[in-house]
């Protein structure tokens, strides 16, 4: 087995090529294959499209005014100063555009709790939007926000999210009467009974702090109105599903009267390019004066008055175990911190559901799940839809249970795994994983990582007086998300789809073009339709335009979140080149005088089924179908042009009476195995060695999946070391720029080592998983089990709190000095 890609000597990342490693069925042309990925060729050559390099004629720009308070009255604004600055064209606040618009969506059942684009009569975080002054350019509404003056008189606020669930706490929407926002409450087989069974139970507490993906380019949007045909045009960085359908509403325009681009490149996203606040304002802005308006966001008002933050969770995770380490349930609390509007982020306390038992064999499960209000600017999805998290706060509670039992942390992995011949496996919650092969993968990671060796320098350094520890995390990856989390958290809602939809065209000259309605923010979405296309039609990926509608004449899309692209726009392409085929089938059966069903689609050619030297080829085929009427069906309309919508797979479905649900189609798996190393004076944690085993079924291309499980990896990283938006006592926000948010840089991030497994998933067209979020699923949990392996070294507790800052390791090893001193 080789590990280095020799064709890239000087990349930091390396990747285990093991034969058979890459799910190739026989059959497969395209697929898995390396492969030119399209998008790279523009983004390369600095040729991409931004919202920033939109300018149409006119355009104006917006500065925003914003609250320096947590909670507060707004008593007055006066905006006088501001508009007698030369260049500032209108100043707008929240009761004018109150006035004229519908509050945006929640998608929880509190109608007392309003979220608008500008604060109206209090303001509930420190950087909300309070104003807008519009102006000639950035710089001089800039100007005019710095003289707008608000008067405001404070009010309690509430930081703390376990303060904020209390009776007692100052309420952020008094009007709601309690913080609290949701709480749902489950339990799923004979908990009492699994528990008496064990006889034994650890629990822990763990703390995943905000942070976000904090891409490259902040949120910006451009909205300019045609007065004559009564449409907004709408061009955004955004990632959002239903964002043309939710700024007609709050705008109170029809949904046809707003199109939104999908033609513009997304400079980073993974779940937090929402922007709705963005583009109702901007899109309210442009109609009222008429002209187009751009709204950027700079950095600190991205930082922290973008409603764009991560889960802010607490978890408490009590597990239990036989003598022998066999798990036999768990019951997991979770805390949820919404910030100021709930919006869509409580209804990823959901997806915990759907892997609630990880990938053990675990038979009964309890969960509870609390969302709170506190005074913090919003969250929203931040890649994994909060299922990393929970796979964190699993996977501390199985090394506690390794530390009480004093057992390998890996055996007691691979004795509590599902087993390959166990799939589909239904644990408890309702949810079917429909494939998978947990031990393999774990053995793959040992090979790659040459555990023993591993164990062996680890030790090593141990004995030079150094810390250092190994950490492992063996995590889901749930994929192919549908629209049932938002019936779980609020059961009014009977919403059971989640479709996304292709078109294919077949031109006079017979070049094939896919028409997607998605942006594009990073997941290589064109690559991947192509080579889905070709793959479907025998056709070269790089024969195949891949063109990407707007949303008035493109078709149903949720956009690219929960890993869901190649799963269900993945079947969307399969129906399209079904019902292409059965087409071509129909002109080439007629042009051999044959029935239909004795003609077979093959590469390109319409054939005799079972005698390859009859066929009809891919020119005369589209000839017929574009200009030749005398030849074609008789019933049968000119042209080679369909549509497919896809559902999700497995969906369609309510929760059931007892809420058991299936959640996710699809299940990705991933091992991690980590070797970190601390200074003992600085309390630095450098992660010298890292490896991946990792499996999401049949591979579209092997390097996008590279990719997505490196950058993920850094993600998480930043995650477990780095990433905190912290608050101050007094509500202040205390990262607002990158020199108080800190990102792991490429000295940072170790050399990755990573190999390829395959279990093709029963339910997709050609076997293939999610990937989008892959790596981030399980790095958070490795790293800092590799800390905790390395404290434990010395004596010292564990550490349950993410990020792990040098001050943590500093006081846990200060902690355990002084109980070794104490016990002498």
């Not at 109170?252 to 980073?268: A, K, L």
């Not at 062996?456 to 063996?474: H, M, N, T, Y």
């Not at 079947?571 to 077979?600: F, N, S, W, Y």
Request: hydrophobic share 40%.
């Amino acid at each position: 087995m080789t590990t280095i890609d020799e064709q890239a000597p000087d990349m930091t990342v390396t990747h285990e090529s093991v034969a058979s490693g890459v799910h190739h069925e026989p059959g497969h042309r395209y697929l898995s294959q390396p492969g030119r990925i399209r998008e790279d060729r523009r983004f390369v050559t600095g040729s991409g499209c931004y919202v920033a390099d939109i300018m149409p004629p006119g355009t104006l720009h917006v500065g925003l005014v914003t609250s320096p308070h947590p909670h507060a009255r707004i008593v007055s604004i006066d905006t006088e100063e501001a508009l007698k600055i030369p260049g500032v064209v209108a100043v707008v606040t929240g009761a004018e555009l109150a006035a004229e618009t519908n509050p945006l969506r929640q998608y929880l059942d509190v109608p007392e709790v309003q979220w608008r684009p500008l604060a109206v009569e209090s303001t509930r975080y420190a950087g909300e939007w309070i104003a807008a002054v519009v102006a000639d350019s950035r710089a001089i509404a800039e100007d005019g926000a710095e003289v707008v003056v608000v008067d405001y008189e404070p009010l309690p606020f509430v930081m703390d999210p376990e303060h904020a669930a209390q009776d007692e706490a100052p309420l952020v929407h008094p009007s709601h009467g309690t913080n609290v926002m949701a709480q749902r409450r489950f339990v799923w087989g004979d908990v009492d009974a699994d528990r008496a069974r064990a006889g034994r139970s650890t629990t822990v507490t763990t703390r995943w702090n905000r942070n976000s993906t904090v891409p490259l380019e902040t949120f910006g949007v451009v909205a300019q109105w045609d007065q004559h045909r009564d449409v907004l045009d709408v061009w955004a960085s955004i990632q959002m599903p239903q964002f043309p359908d939710q700024v007609a509403e709050a705008l109170r325009i029809p949904s046809n009267s707003v199109r939104v681009h999908f033609d513009v490149d997304v400079g980073g996203s993974y779940g937090v390019k929402r922007g709705i606040k963005h583009g109702v304002l901007a899109g309210f802005l442009a109609r009222r004066l008429g002209v187009p308006v751009k709204l950027i966001e700079d950095r600190s008002e991205n930082m922290h008055g973008g409603d764009f933050h991560g889960p802010d969770r607490l978890f408490e995770v009590e597990l239990w175990y036989t003598a022998d380490g066999e798990f036999t349930t768990i019951r997991i609390d979770v805390l949820d911190d919404e910030g100021a509007y709930p919006g869509r982020s409580p209804l990823q306390l959901a997806k915990p559901i759907g892997a609630i038992v990880g990938p053990y064999r675990i038979p009964s499960a309890a969960y509870n799940a609390t969302a709170v209000t506190t005074n913090k600017t919003g969250q929203v999805a931040v890649r994994g839809f909060g299922q990393s998290p929970t796979n964190y706060a699993i996977e501390a509670a199985v090394d506690a249970v390794a530390r009480d039992l004093g057992v390998d942390r890996l055996e007691l992995r691979r004795r509590n795994f599902i087993g390959p011949d166990e799939f589909p496996y239904r644990i408890p919650s309702g949810t079917e994983y429909d494939s998978g092969d947990y031990p393999g993968v774990l053995d793959k990671a040992i090979e790659i990582s040459d555990l023993t060796s591993l164990l062996a320098e680890r030790d090593d350094l141990r004995a030079q007086g150094r810390l250092a520890g190994i950490g492992f995390a063996a995590c889901l990856e749930p994929g192919g998300g549908n629209a049932i989390f938002e019936n779980i958290m609020n059961p009014r809602n009977d919403k059971t789809t989640f479709p996304e939809a292709c078109r294919l065209r077949v031109d006079g000259s017979g070049r094939v073009t896919a028409i997607i309605s998605i942006s594009s923010a990073g997941q290589a979405h064109e690559t991947m339709i192509a080579t889905l296309v070709g793959e479907e039609l025998g056709i070269a990926p790089d024969d195949i335009a891949v063109i990407r509608a707007d949303s008035l004449t493109g078709f149903p899309s949720q956009s690219p979140v929960g890993s869901r692209m190649t799963i269900v726009l993945g079947r969307a392409v399969h129906g399209a080149a079904t019902e292409l085929k059965t087409k071509l089938c129909a002109i080439g059966a007629g042009m051999l005088d044959l029935p239909a069903d004795q003609v077979e689609y093959r590469d390109g050619a319409v054939v005799v089924a079972g005698d390859a030297t009859r066929f009809i080829g891919w020119d005369d085929l589209v000839a017929v179908a574009h200009r030749k009427q005398h030849l074609m069906p008789a019933d049968m309309q000119p042209g080679l042009e369909v549509v497919h919508v896809a559902h999700t797979p497995r969906s369609g479905t309510l929760t059931a009476p007892d809420g058991t649900v299936q959640l996710y189609p699809c299940y990705s798996f991933e091992v991690h195995v980590v070797l970190a190393e601390i200074d003992p004076g600085t309390a630095k944690v450098d992660l010298t060695k890292y490896y991946i085993a990792h499996d999401c079924g049949t591979v579209i291309n092997p390097d996008v999946v590279r990719g997505m499980v490196y950058g993920g990896t850094a993600h998480g990283i930043g995650v477990a070391l780095y990433e905190q938006f912290a608050f101050s006592d007094a509500g202040q926000p205390l990262t607002q720029s990158f020199i108080d948010y800190l990102l792991p840089s490429a000295h940072e991030v170790p050399q990755i080592v990573d190999a390829e497994h395959c279990t093709p998933s029963p339910f997709t067209t050609h076997g293939q998983k999610g990937v989008g979020e892959a790596g981030y699923m399980g790095a958070p949990a490795a790293v800092a089990g590799a800390v905790n392996d390395a404290l434990s070294g010395l004596g010292a507790g564990p550490i349950h709190s993410l990020p792990i800052k040098p001050s943590d390791i500093w006081a846990a090893l200060r902690g355990a000095e002084r109980d070794r001193e104490g016990a002498l």
